[in-house]
């Protein structure tokens, strides 16, 4: 089902900036939207804004509300996928269950991986800790409670003790990308508050730096519901000013 199902619809709030300028992608079935980072797709329990907040000013002329089909995490900008329709909301769905999703994401790193590229081959397990709470961490396959979770990544730029990461999940594992940065380059997202190892990079005080870059569902007799957002300005501010040309160029 689509993560928020079970939308309380909540209305929009006045004042809120609406999101219609962020859409990338739009048709009968789908929209695709460039969630700026800090905002969450789910209603957080404190009560503070959400994506559901917005969602009334993204019907475009339809009676109902889109839903999200995916999660981003609330610090993660870029593609979110969300759904026009119960039906497409099935299918696509579906879809990123079936693995028929391409994906990529950018991300700085705050350190420098030795090699140039490979997969991140990690089972991830939930665990938590009064001190820390629930994070994802390195679980054994097969085991209970771990999930398969498969990363490609490549590295296509080393700047001033960072890297820039292009990502390609073939899992949607929650923090998936956070947790095999950490624990399978040995090198957290700068800005990341939990998946950052013991050495945070203490020059960076920005949010964490990483989008979701594309997006493409395949489907039958129809174009694809694809979309590419825009990199947001804080990875200039990082040292990669270029990071669109490089990810264009690889």
């Known amino acids: 089902m689509p993560v928020n199902h079970r939308s309380t619809r909540r209305p929009q709030t006045a004042g809120l900036s609406p999101?219609?300028?962020?859409?990338?992608?739009?048709?009968?079935?789908?929209?695709?939207?460039?969630?700026?980072?800090?905002?969450?797709?789910?209603?957080?329990?404190?009560?503070?804004?959400?994506?559901?907040?917005?969602?009334?000013?993204?019907?475009?002329?339809?009676?109902?509300?889109?839903?999200?089909?995916?999660?981003?995490?609330?610090?993660?900008?870029?593609?979110?996928?969300?759904?026009?329709?119960?039906?497409?909301?099935?299918r696509f769905t579906e879809a990123f269950e079936g693995r028929e999703v391409a994906k990529t994401y950018l991300a700085v790193l705050a350190g420098v991986?030795?090699?140039?590229?490979?997969?991140?081959d990690m089972?991830?397990?939930?665990?938590?800790?009064?001190?820390?709470?629930?994070?994802?961490?390195?679980?054994?396959?097969?085991?209970?409670?771990?999930?398969?979770?498969?990363?490609?990544?490549e590295l296509l730029a080393a700047r001033d003790g960072r890297a820039l990461i292009r990502f390609t999940p073939e899992t949607g594992r929650t923090h998936q990308l956070r947790a095999h940065a950490l624990h399978g380059l040995g090198i957290g997202i700068l800005g990341d508050p939990i998946y950052h190892g013991d050495a945070p990079d203490p020059r960076w005080t920005g949010g964490?730096?990483?989008?979701?870059?594309?997006?493409?569902?395949?489907?039958?007799?129809?174009?694809?519901?694809?979309?590419?957002?825009?990199?947001p300005a804080s990875f200039a501010e990082a040292g990669f000013a270029d990071a669109e040309a490089l990810d264009a160029g690889q």
Do not use: Q, Y
């Not at 089972?123 to 990363?151: F, V």
């Not at 979701?212 to 519901?225: C, F, G, Q, Y």
């Open 19 to 90: 999101l219609t300028d962020r859409v990338l992608f739009i048709d009968g079935e789908a929209i695709i939207l460039d969630k700026p980072a800090g905002l969450p797709v789910d209603p957080p329990r404190d009560g503070s804004l959400s994506l559901e907040n917005h969602l009334s000013s993204l019907t475009f002329g339809f009676e109902r509300w889109p839903v999200a089909v995916h999660r981003l995490d609330r610090d993660t900008s870029g593609c979110l996928l969300l759904a026009r329709n119960p039906k497409s909301a099935k």
């Open 113 to 120: 991986p030795d090699a140039a590229s490979g997969t991140i």
């Open 208 to 231: 964490m730096l990483l989008h979701a870059r594309s997006l493409s569902l395949p489907r039958p007799n129809k174009p694809p519901v694809a979309a590419v957002a825009p990199v």
């Open 123 to 153: 089972a991830l397990l939930k665990t938590s800790t009064a001190e820390t709470g629930w994070r994802m961490g390195p679980g054994e396959a097969g085991k209970k409670g771990a999930k398969a979770a498969i990363t490609h990544w």
